[in-house]
């Protein structure tokens, strides 16, 4: 197919153009803003004055007349020209390049358009532009018109690289195969049809004809078995008439033939014969006969002939024989249906013969090997007429029917199926499947609500034990009576049975039941042998189940737990909920919340809690108060008063677990106290007020309570109240406090004076401050720079400077907190 040339454009321009620049990108629209001033946008304006003109000559009106419209197309091809040199860094530059095309090539100046597309093709080969794509494409499509393979080549490789659309990628796949097919170059034409083939949503007419080239390929490199599937694919195209159709099938026979086939061969020819002018190929599918057949075990072409029809023979007994080898070919086949069809004509041509119950025990086998739903009716038609007769009484099918019929019986009717496992004359059975029927009958017997059965099922098992002791079998026979033992309260008894299969059956799945089982025996009563049994499960069995590796994380991370070794623990609670996250998330959440605090680890404990709060809050609340009171404490000490001022809230908030519903907590004083510097540094005033006066409300300690007193006067500072911070601060004062204390209670009485702009009595308490309390290098340098911001406000310069000086001499690079900063300016 040949394209013709065109770009694509916005949609006021679209009308009328081309086919080919269908595969150029669309050009998205500006958004104007209605609060933008307009502004010049020269390089748009002239795309777009470009653009424009080259949708007036495509429009209905001018397609008749030509002159002016081939003016209006050299005028745009023009501007697109101009664009393009003048904004050569553009990212437009390669569609100005195009449309330029696009106009030479309609007013019929293709060399110069084929100028444009080259420049577009090589100068933006490897971006991913749509526009050199399809430059590309388009010059590709002209070399190969010329049979220019080469140069077709280079191009139509340029066009894959840049292009992101599936259907012109699938297109240029197929037109690079035949391409390099033309150059001789098979290994690469393979390469680009197979690449083809593996591309999803291609179009059934490319699939067909890159079909048709690979076959080709594949026969001239003798890569029969690849070049039949080829064949027999393109045989199933749709579309294909009928002299393809008819090729290709007879392509496909003859390699079937080639490759051994025969079954495959013979449909091949058979369908032949329903495609016109090829049924004088049907011939060379000529059948044998069906005992050679079977004889060859040519199983598929007796399948074959069986389904085209078969003339009856007339004799009942040749009939069943030949049903028979039908129904047996079938059978071999895995066509179980069909086969149990043919059995069933056996016993209708031949009953009550030794025919007859040979076809009814293979239509049993179908049966079982189908999953069929009719195997229990088959079973007991077969031990009716058959088993139950005296003419066939001994034959050994009779008890492997019986096995069988047991076998299925179990899970619907267990009694039942005891009963016939105790029919079973087991030296009837081939040796391999006594020990089978032995440990499944008890198995059924273990199954029933009956103690005495259960009691009889462990004797069973025991037999099996000591007489098939070396059976791959005998690790399910100790992990049976295990469970019966422990069912029986026999728990030392099941333990020593499931310890037997971890120290003989090595990495077996049976060792695996034995380790989670005993594991769950011990999780009561013995925690130790627990962990040991279940760190065995996870040692041999990296690879079980989720289920149950989680569920061994969790239970020896829980016993770790209780015994006081949480950082043991932790890594288990991580892996089983890391495994099963909708079964243990929130219970693990809860214990590494109650880990890290065991374990004082406040980073890791503040992840946990705010982990486990988002998944699951109702758990979160629950966790014990102490655990909010020490994590809003170290949260305090970190400098993170968010934090601290969360949990040490819900720490003297919420109810505790042993308290009456309406009683609130009681905490410690220091727990309000801390709670109170907390919001202090956070700027909640009210909430601070609150706090620090229930802390107050507690302690009756002088010096505590004058500490308390003095963030309550900064409290009282940041909510407005100068007078009372300052009376506040005095009482605490009076209360005959020295040292480090009465210096920041002074400081808080110059904040009170300074807020109230009465910055000579502020400078006074600052300047004393700093002098009196020299050693103390906090308070000091703090008191200086005060000292320094409040004469300063007082119109004291010269006093000013000489704190300054001190600040300076004693303090070299000093600066105050943010805090500090702002308050004083």
């Known amino acids: 197919m040949k394209y013709r040339f065109l770009i694509s454009s916005v949609a006021a321009t679209a009308a009328g153009l081309p086919a080919w620049a269908q595969y150029a990108p669309p050009v998205a629209e500006a958004v104007e803003d209605e609060q933008t001033p307009l502004v010049a946008n020269r390089e748009a304006d002239s795309m777009a004055i470009a653009e424009q003109m080259y949708a007036q000559s495509q429009t209905a009106e001018l397609r008749d007349r030509p002159v002016e419209r081939g003016d209006l197309l050299r005028r745009a091809a023009s501007l697109f020209a101009d664009f393009a040199a003048r904004y050569p860094q553009s990212s437009q530059r390669s569609k100005a390049l195009y449309y330029q095309a696009a106009c030479l ?42 049979k220019n393979w080469s140069k077709a080549e280079r191009y139509y490789t340029i066009a894959l690289q840049n292009t ?20 001789g170059d098979q290994n690469r034409a393979e390469t680009m049809f197979r690449n083809l083939l593996a591309t999803p949503g291609v179009s059934s007419q490319l699939v067909t004809a890159a079909l048709s080239s690979l076959g080709p390929i594949y026969v001239a490199t003798n890569r029969l078995q690849e070049a039949y599937d080829c064949y027999v694919r393109l045989c199933g195209q749709s579309g294909l008439d009928d002299k393809r159709r008819g090729a290709a099938t007879l392509q496909a026979a003859r390699l079937a033939s080639q490759l051994g086939k025969t079954a495959d061969s013979q449909q091949l020819y058979a369908r032949l014969a329903s495609i016109p002018g090829m049924s004088g190929y049907v011939s060379e599918g000529s059948m044998e006969g069906l005992v050679a057949l079977y004889r060859d075990k040519n199983y598929a072409e007796i399948v074959r002939r069986a389904q085209a029809g078969m003339q009856p023979l007339g004799d009942p007994r040749l009939e069943a024989r030949r049903c028979l080898i039908i129904g047996q070919a079938f059978m071999h086949q895995k066509q179980y249906a069909p086969a149990m069809e043919y059995f069933g004509m056996v016993e209708q041509a031949a009953p009550q013969t030794e025919s007859a119950l040979d076809a009814a025990y293979r239509r049993l086998v179908c049966a079982q090997e189908s999953n069929s739903f009719d195997f229990l009716p088959l079973a007991e038609h077969y031990l009716q007429q058959y088993a139950a007769s005296a003419a066939f009484a001994g034959n050994p099918t009779n008890d492997v029917v019986r096995f069988m019929y047991a076998d299925r019986l179990l899970p619907v009717n267990a009694p039942e199926a005891v009963r016939q496992y105790g029919l079973v004359n087991v030296d009837n059975l081939p040796e391999n499947a006594r020990p089978d029927v032995a440990l499944k009958k008890a198995w059924a017997m273990s199954q029933s609500k ?15 034990i000591n007489k098939y002791g070396k059976d791959k079998r005998a690790a399910q026979a100790y992990l049976y009576r295990g469970e019966l033992y422990y069912k029986s309260g026999k728990e030392d008894l099941a333990l020593a049975d499931f310890e037997k299969v971890i120290n003989s059956y090595g990495k077996t799945m049976a060792a695996a039941t034995a380790w989670q089982r005993a594991a769950q025996i011990c999780a009561r009563k013995d925690p130790d042998k627990m962990i040991r049994y279940y760190q065995g499960l ?17 239970a020896v991370a829980q016993a770790l737990y209780e015994k006081d070794r949480a950082a043991e623990a932790v890594p288990h609670f991580q892996e089983a909920r890391t495994i099963n996250g909708e079964k243990y998330g929130s219970q693990v959440g809860m214990y590494l919340a109650l880990c890290y605090y065991k374990l004082q680890d406040s980073d890791k404990l503040l992840d946990a809690m705010e982990a486990l709060e988002q998944e699951n809050s109702s758990t979160f609340q629950t966790l014990p108060l102490a655990i909010h009171r020490w994590l809003g404490w170290k949260c305090y000490q970190t400098g993170d008063y968010e934090a601290a001022d969360k949990y040490l809230t819900i720490a003297v908030q919420r109810p505790d677990a042993t308290a009456k519903p309406a009683d609130v907590q009681k905490a410690e004083p220091v727990v309000w106290k ?42 009282l500072l940041g909510l407005g109240k100068t007078a009372e911070a300052r009376k506040v601060a005095e009482e605490a004062i009076a209360m005959g406090v020295e040292g480090p204390l009465k210096a920041s209670l002074r400081l808080a009485l110059g904040d009170a004076s300074f807020a109230e702009k009465k910055y000579g009595d502020a400078a006074k308490f600052y300047g004393t401050t700093a002098e009196l309390f020299v050693s103390d290098k906090e308070l000091k340098p703090k008191a200086l720079y005060k000292a320094v911001r409040a004469l300063m406000k007082d119109n004291r310069p010269e006093e000013a400077k000489r704190f300054t000086t001190i600040l300076e001499e004693e303090f070299p690079g000093w600066r105050p907190d943010a805090k500090t900063e702002a308050f004083m300016k």
């Not at 009956?450 to 099996?464: T, Y």
């Open 538 to 554: 996870l040692e041999n069995f990296p690879q079980i189940k989720p289920a149950a590796t989680s569920e061994a994380h969790f």
């Open 105 to 146: 090539m309609e007013i019929g100046d293709v060399p110069q358009a084929n100028l444009a597309l080259a420049e577009i093709a090589t100068r933006y080969q490897g971006r991913n532009d749509e526009f050199a794509s399809a430059a590309a494409y388009k010059l590709a499509s002209q070399s190969a018109d010329e």
């Open 674 to 715: 801390t709670l109170a510097k907390a919001r202090l540094a956070l700027g909640k005033y009210h909430d601070a007020l609150k706090a620090v006066d229930q802390y107050l409300g507690m302690e009756t300690k002088p010096y505590s309570r004058a500490d308390a007193m003095l963030d309550r006067s900064a409290i």
């Open 164 to 183: 992101t659309k599936p259907e012109l990628k699938a297109d240029i796949l197929f037109r690079l195969g035949r391409t390099y097919t033309e150059m």
């Open 450 to 464: 009956d103690p005495a059965d259960a009691e009889k099922a462990a004797v069973e098992l025991s037999d099996f």
